[in-house]
T-cell receptor, first 112, second 116 residues
Framework: AQSVTQLGSHVSVSEGALVLLRCNYS??????LFWYVQYPNQGLQLLLK??????LVKGINGFEAEFKKSETSFHLTKPSAHMSDAAEYFC??????????FGTGTQLKVEL | EAGVTQFPSHSVIEKGQTVTLRCDPI?????LYWYRRVMGKEIKFLLH????????ESGMPNNRFLAERTGGTYSTLKVQPAELEDSGVYFC??????????????FGPGTRLTVL
């Protein structure tokens, strides 16, 4: 069975600082992994996905994530935070079936 | 192109009442999913339709929940009778047919259900 763990329910960074949101997965099969973002009063929007091609995945809005099998991790990073990045971020995985298994979400706050 | 839409955006009902949530997927998407997020917890899968057929309903909490997708277009999720623990945000998502698990699921804005 697939499970996804996000470390840190709240992360606060200064504008211009590195953003690092952590995600670890456990799965008995090679996973497909996703990062979604939810802005207030909107649906979840896909940032990026890993589907067993390149291990470094680039997404929208300057975000990227690296799949590390040895660490069972898929952390999300952005070199320089912007105020508009404040939102809730979800890591999710699917183990070959269609349903997504989500982490508990990380609320990102960006301060001036 | 219109995204996934959900109606209503908010619903407040009394315990024991019935509520029906509606989801309109992106046109042409055969796969339709329902998820739920209870406050403070993770988003959890409820069920998956392929066209009008239930492919996986392993996440449905109990028989008070009934999902339908007549004609393979929009879907409804009925809760009858509603209980306090049913409160949460109900998300609908859709995706194209294709390799299972790797296709992007497009999410609607959710319906926030409050049971008093």
């Amino acid at each position: 069975a697939q499970s996804v763990t996000q470390l840190g329910s709240h992360v606060s960074v200064s504008e211009g600082a590195l953003v690092l949101l952590r995600c670890n997965y456990s799965s008995s099969v090679p996973p497909y992994l996703f990062w979604y973002v939810q802005y207030p009063n909107q649906g979840l929007q896909l940032l990026l996905k890993y589907t067993s091609a390149a291990t470094l995945v680039k997404g929208i809005n300057g975000f990227e994530a690296e799949f590390k099998k040895s660490e069972t991790s898929f952390h999300l990073t952005k070199p320089s935070a912007h105020m508009s990045d404040a939102a809730e971020y979800f890591c999710a995985g699917s183990g070959g079936g269609n349903k997504l298994t989500f982490g508990t979400g990380t609320q990102l706050k960006v301060e001036l | 192109e219109a995204g996934v839409t959900q109606f209503p955006s908010h619903s407040v009902i009394e315990k024991g009442q019935t509520v029906t949530l509606r989801c309109d997927p992106i046109s042409g998407h055969d796969n339709l999913y329902w998820y739920r997020r209870v406050m403070g917890k993770e988003i959890k899968f409820l069920l998956h339709f392929v066209k009008e057929s239930k492919q996986d309903e392993s996440g449905m909490p109990n028989n008070r929940f009934l999902a339908e997708r007549t004609g393979g277009t929009y879907s409804t999720l009925k809760v009858q009778p509603a209980e306090l623990e049913d409160s949460g945000v109900y998300f609908c998502a859709s995706s194209q047919e294709g390799l299972a698990g790797r296709n992007e699921q497009f999410f609607g804005p959710g319906t926030r259900l409050t049971v008093l």
